[in-house]
């Protein structure tokens, strides 16, 4: 048993950090440039990239330690960090070596890691009760609108107003299935309080932690400030909301995981 451990441990470091640093290496090969210590944007962007690495490796260790219920809630976290650290080095050379917003690469990974961050809301209430498919796909829907929306926009395929627009609808449908919808209803009504805890605490962060991205969106596009002004500060606030939104995302559900496993323990 203790050597099975062992090894599940050791093999999920030896594949986080082949598969990371693998992508590293592709991305920096694709570009010469070297950081400046003035580049506070790249600063950023590396700063992210070995945050998402470190993070990766935890939510893949600690699925050892809780139970089996919720492996697949730990998991989900350390892939949408580990989706995030491979486009971050991406994103990060683009940034050095052309100075330009790496949009699609940026896109590329919240069409992958939003839609995964939505579905935790599912997985931590089907830990603990039978959970309508419904609940599933209402978030995926306001998701995708979402994204599209604000990839329209930040592309140039739409006026970036009515882009804006369009993701903030999506947003919004996405606040009222969690906090007035089914998937609030069932966490209200049979959730015991840890995952009450855990899914309010989710619901802050969706509310509170993803207005950083529309606060990006208008000081990249709205100020009226140069290219390079707008471009440094809608991708600095980009990268913090990424922090907050996909680290601190899954230390909730790491916390409530490991607080379930061993109360169960204790009966």
Do not use: C
Not at 38 to 49: A, H, P, T
Not at 192 to 221: D, E, N
């Amino acid at each position: 048993m203790m050597f099975n451990r062992i090894w599940s441990k050791a093999t999920a470091i030896a594949t986080s950090g082949v598969m990371v640093a693998s992508a590293s290496t592709q991305a920096s090969a694709a570009s010469s440039a070297v950081l400046k210590p003035d580049d506070f944007v790249g600063i950023s962007f590396w700063l992210i990239s070995m945050a998402l690495i470190a993070s990766t490796v935890f939510f893949f260790l600690e699925r050892d330690r809780v139970s089996a219920k919720w492996k697949t809630s730990l998991t989900v976290s350390g892939l949408v960090t580990l989706v995030a650290a491979v486009h971050y080095f991406y994103m990060r050379d683009v940034w050095v070596a052309t100075g330009e917003t790496p949009t699609v690469f940026r896109y590329i990974d919240w069409l992958i890691t939003v839609p995964l961050l939505m579905i935790e809301f599912y997985l931590i209430l089907s830990a603990i009760t039978k959970v309508p498919v419904g609940v599933f796909w209402r978030l995926m829907i306001g998701t995708l609108v979402m994204l599209i929306g604000g990839y329209l926009g930040e592309a140039g395929y739409m006026a970036v107003l009515p882009a804006f627009i369009i993701g903030m609808l999506g947003w919004a449908y996405i606040l009222y299935e969690i906090f007035m919808g089914q998937a609030s209803k069932i966490n209200a009504e049979k959730a015991p309080p840890s995952v009450q805890s855990a899914f309010k605490t989710m619901r802050l962060i969706v509310t509170f932690g993803w207005a950083i991205y529309p606060i990006g969106y208008f000081f990249g596009y709205f100020t009226g400030s140069s290219p390079t002004d707008s471009a440094n500060a809608l991708n600095i606030i980009y990268n913090l909301a990424d922090v907050l939104n996909k680290i601190a995302f899954g230390l909730i559900i790491w916390t409530v995981a490991v607080s379930e496993t061993e109360s169960q323990a204790k009966k």
